[in-house]
């Protein structure tokens, strides 16, 4: 059983749509989150949700709109594609204990590309 | 502005030696730090967290948390062309929120 699941793996699609992945976790976790990961593989945190609540929001456009429907899910809808929005978006859960920032645990990725 | 440094690479040892790959921090208050290994094309994998100033070993990993300096290392002995991927070291802050920071990466390759 995939402990942290996301879908689809792979998003092909032309500038100016709008697209959603979509993000489980099995774990128990309270804590969700979605990275980017760039060409350059850097990893940036875009949003934290803890127990279904926003608890950090990067410097993310507003055309990125997560969506936490229960602790297990965390989705992430997409608006008004954009070329630099092709990138590799992991999900990732974590549980938290006395203040201490978890170990993450993530899912395979989804890899969008914009045309 | 919480940032992680790290040399990108790439780093290049011959198998059967040492590896290290070193990571410094800018937060004081950060608490956990963790070592990821990411192969490409894959998710990052967990190689090893640390908590406390010392030296804690895994196998042939051997991660060193030094937080006066606030520097963070990996040693990987022995190393095996296997062990050729990119390590993320990740950092931990409790402030308004969780979230782990990642620093861009070393990328690793180990000749046979």
């Known amino acids: 059983d995939t402990a942290v699941s996301q879908t689809p793996k792979y998003l092909v699609t032309q500038m100016g749509n709008d697209k959603s992945i979509k993000c489980e976790q099995n774990?128990?976790?309270?804590?969700m989150y979605w990275y980017k990961q760039d060409s350059k593989k850097f990893l940036k945190i875009m949003f934290s949700?803890?127990?279904?609540?926003?608890?950090i929001n990067e410097t993310v456009p507003n055309r990125f709109s997560p969506k936490s429907p229960d602790k297990a899910h965390l989705n992430l809808h997409i608006n008004s594609l954009e070329l630099g929005d092709s990138a590799v978006y992991f999900c990732?859960?974590?549980?938290?204990?006395?203040?201490?920032?978890?170990?993450?645990?993530f899912g395979e990725g989804s890899r969008l590309t914009v045309l | 502005q919480k940032e992680v440094e790290q040399n990108s690479g790439p780093l290049s040892v011959p198998e059967g030696a040492i590896a290290s790959l070193n990571c410094t921090y800018s937060d004081r208050g950060s608490q956990s730090f963790f070592w990821y290994r990411q192969y490409s094309g894959k998710s990052p994998e967990l190689i090893m967290f640390?908590?406390?100033?010392g030296d804690k070993e895994d196998g042939r990993f051997t991660a060193q948390l030094n937080k006066a300096s606030q520097y963070v290392s990996l040693l990987i002995r022995d190393s095996q062309p296997s062990d050729s991927a990119t390590y993320l070291c990740a950092v931990g802050l409790w402030q308004a929120g969780t979230a782990l920071i990642f620093g861009k990466g070393t990328t690793l390759s180990v000749s046979s």
């Open positions: 990732a859960s974590s549980q938290d204990e006395r203040g201490v920032v978890g170990e993450l645990f």
């Open positions: 774990l128990g976790h309270d804590t």
């Open positions: 949700y803890n127990n279904k609540e926003l608890i």
């Open positions: 640390i908590y406390s100033n």
